[in-house]
C-alpha cells in the first residue's frame, strides 16, 4: 500500500476538501474513542465489553463487504490467517488497552499507542534482522524517551505506583500485539486479499475469542444499561472500529502512507486534551517535554520511511 498509483503520483501536493475531511474524521474519531474507552471499564469486564464492541463491528463489516462486493468466502488456510488477525488486532490488541484504561488517564493510552511505529522498528529487528538507519534509530530513542519521561514521576522513588506500572505494561503488549496484528495483516495483503474481507472476518473471529474466554472465566455476558455506556459502546464499534478505519484506508490511497501517517502524532494530542479537561490530567513540565519527544519520534520514523 506504500506504492502510490499513477493518479496519485499525479496528484498535487496539496490537500483536497476530501483530504481535510478524511483526515479530520480519522484524528477525531480515533482521539474521542480512547476518552470513550474510558467509559466501558468501570463496571463490565473489559473482555466482555470489547466482544461486544466487535459483535456490532464485525456485522457492519461484513454487510459492507456483502455491499461493495467483495467475496466472502475463503479456503481453510485463509481462515487460519483470519483467526490470527482476530487474536493480535481484534481482542488481544483491544483488551489489553481496556485493561489499561481501568489505570491509566485516557489521554496516556493514546500517546504509548501513537509510538507503534517506533515498536514495529524494534520487532523487525528481532524478528527479521532489519537494521534500521539511523534516522529510524534517532526516532525510536526520542519516543521511548518521551513516554519514559511522561511516566517518571508515576514510577520512580517513593512514590512508585503499582498500578500505572501495570497499566503501562498492559498498554505495551497491547501495542506489540496491534503491531505483529499488522506484519500478518500486510503479508495477507500480499497475498492478494482485500483488506475489507479479511478485517471482517478478523473481527469476526475476534469476537469469538472473546467470547470464548469470557465464558471460560465465567464472566456475565450482561452489561451497563446505561446511556453512558451503550453511548460509548456504539461511538467505539460504529466511529473508532469502521466510520476511522474506513476514512484512513481512503486518505492511505488518496495521499499516500507516508502523508496519511501523520493522523498518528495528531489524534494523541486531540485524546490528551480531552483527558484535561474530563479527567483532570495534571501537566507537568516532564510530562510536556515527553509528549514532544514522542510526537518527535513519531514525524522522525515517518520521515524515516
Known sequence: MSVASPALQNRPAGFST??????????LAWGFSWIAMKGQ?????????????????????????????HNLAFPLKDHLRFAGLGALLFSTNFTLFYYGAALLPS??????????SIFNLFLGL????????????????????????MFWPKLSGTGLNSGAAFGLAMCIGGTLSFCLGNMLSADTQRRGIGVTPATAWGMVYGMI????????????????????????LIYLAVVASVIAFASYLTLLGRIGSARAG????????????LSTIFEGYQWTPLAAAGLVCVLGGNMLMLRAR
Open 262 to 273: 501523520y493522523a498518528t502524532v495528531l489524534f494523541p494530542v486531540v485524546a490528551l486534551t
Open 41 to 69: 471499564v468501570a463496571t463490565v469486564a473489559p473482555e466482555v465489553s470489547v466482544f461486544w464492541r466487535f459483535v456490532l463491528a464485525a456485522a457492519i463489516m461484513l454487510a459492507w463487504a456483502k455491499v461493495r462486493g
Open 209 to 232: 475469542f472473546l467470547g470464548i474466554v469470557s465464558a471460560l472465566r465465567g464472566q456475565s455476558f450482561s452489561v451497563e444499561w446505561s446511556l453512558p455506556y451503550f453511548g460509548g
Open 107 to 116: 489521554g496516556l493510552l493514546a500517546v504509548i499507542f501513537s509510538t507503534a
Open 126 to 149: 528481532v524478528l527479521f534482522g532489519q537494521r534500521p538507519n539511523l534516522l529510524a534509530l534517532a526516532a525510536g530513542v526520542l519516543g521511548f524517551a518521551g513516554i519514559a519521561l
Open 18 to 27: 476530501m483530504d481535510y475531511g478524511l483526515y479530520a474524521a480519522t484524528v
